[in-house]
Structure formats: C-alpha cells, structure tokens
C-alpha cells in the first residue's frame, strides 16, 4: 500500500525561528511530490519536486526531495504569524490512470506564535 | 491567477437524500479530480476523469458515487443516497496536462458535506 509519512504531526514555533518539515514516502511507482498549504480549507501549491537535490526555493520557503533515501523536506526560515497552516506533503503516482491521483501524508500543523 | 471554483461552501442535508456537488475547472485544464477530508483525517482521492471519464477510482467511489462533465466548464459529483460518513470536505481539483509545469492539481475551496 502507498504510504506517505509527515513529521511532526504539530510545531510550535515562535515569529522568526526556522522550522524544518518532513515527509517520506513509500509508493509503488513514483512520479513527483507535491508540498500545499492549507488554511481555511483550499490545499494551495507550493512546489513540485521530481529530481533529488535540486532545491526548489520560493521567498522564505525552500524543499528538496531525496529519491534514494525516499524523503522531503520543507524549510521555513524567518517564520511569521501568516505561516501558521497545515502543510501537506502528497505524491504523484507515475502512469495510465494514476495520472494526478495525490495520496497525501496526514500532514503538518504549524502554529507561529508574535 | 485562475482558480477552482466549488458550490455551495457548506451543505447540510439529511441521511438518504442526494446530493450534487458542483465545481467549475480551471478553463483549459483536461484533468479534474474529486478527494474529501473527514475531519481530523488525510484527505483522500475520490475519482479522477479524463476525456469524459473516469480513469481511476478509489475503494471509497462506489455505486453510490458518480461524476459527470454536463457541459464545458461544470465538473459535478452526485451522491445518490447520503450516509452519516459521507460528511467530510469535499474537494475539486484540476490539472493542466502531462509535463513540467503543467502538472500540478489546483484544489477548489472545498464544500462542507454535512450529512445528519
């Protein structure tokens, strides 16, 4: 059975500490992984990764994805009180009609304190 | 930026009675999908279509289920006969196409399927 694994299942940090976020995977035929913020309700991109160690990188927030090791991190530097969400790490099924079909870890709750 | 578009937000409704979520793509996408979250769960794939039908469903999407494109824009998922455990956040997503940057899901707000 695919399975995509996050931790921590919570984080409390403080404004303008870092935080590391992780998430493994083990699926049967691998295409990307995805990392979404949700806050209210909408899960909304924040990166695709496909190819290990080239990091994606987007203002404070940066991922790297490890194919061999089978994992992913999100890193948060600087953090505000507007990064506090849940972070969802999914992976992308290669392939016929898994095409687009998420399985996503149970993700990530983040809380930034002022 | 183009987004998906779900109603209603929320929908209350009794044990039994059917119901018809309704999402409009994001215009040029080919791919939709639906997945919900149950409260304090992963949210999970339903269904995915493509080329007016369903490439892949999951275990959840049985006969009770079913997925329509009526038109051009509207993508719709109908719940014939409701159950308590039907009630969950219902998500629509789309996706532009296979490679590079097209391949990303888009997620709608989500309805908020309350069956009681």
Not at chain 1, 1 to 11: A, F, G, H, N
Not at chain 1, 50 to 61: D, M, P, V, W, Y
Not at chain 2, 23 to 27: G, L
């Given at each position: 059975?695919?399975?995509?694994?996050?931790?921590?299942?919570?984080?409390?940090v403080h404004e303008g500490d870092t935080v590391t976020l992780n998430c493994s995977y083990e699926v049967t035929n691998f295409r990307s992984l995805l990392w979404y913020k949700q806050e209210k309700k909408a899960p909304t991109f924040l990166f695709m990764l496909?190819?290990?160690?080239?990091?994606?990188?987007?203002?404070?927030?940066s991922s790297i994805l490890d194919k061999k090791e089978l994992f992913s991190i999100l890193?948060?530097?600087a953090t505000q009180t507007g990064d506090s969400a849940i972070y969802l790490c999914a992976v992308v099924l290669a392939g016929g009609t898994s095409y687009g079909k998420l399985t996503f870890g149970q993700g990530t709750i983040l809380t930034v304190h002022p | 930026e183009p987004e998906v578009t779900q109603t209603p937000s929320h929908q209350v409704t009794q044990m039994g009675q059917e119901v018809i979520l309704r999402?409009?793509?994001?215009?040029n996408h080919l791919y939709f999908y639906w997945y919900r979250q149950i409260l304090g769960q992963k949210v999970e794939f339903l269904v995915s279509f493509?080329?007016?039908e369903i490439s892949e469903k999951s275990e959840i999407f049985d006969d009770q289920f079913s997925v329509e494109r009526p038109d051009g824009s509207n993508f719709t998922l109908k719940i014939r006969s409701t159950k308590l455990e039907d009630s969950a956040m219902y998500f629509c997503a789309s996706m532009g196409g296979r490679f590079s940057t097209n391949e990303k899901l888009f997620f709608g707000s989500g309805t908020q399927l309350s069956v009681l």
């Open positions: 059975e695919d399975k995509v694994v996050q931790s921590p299942l919570s984080l409390v496909t190819s290990s160690g080239i990091e994606k990188k987007s203002g404070r927030l890193n948060i530097t | 999402c409009v793509p994001i215009s493509y080329n007016n």
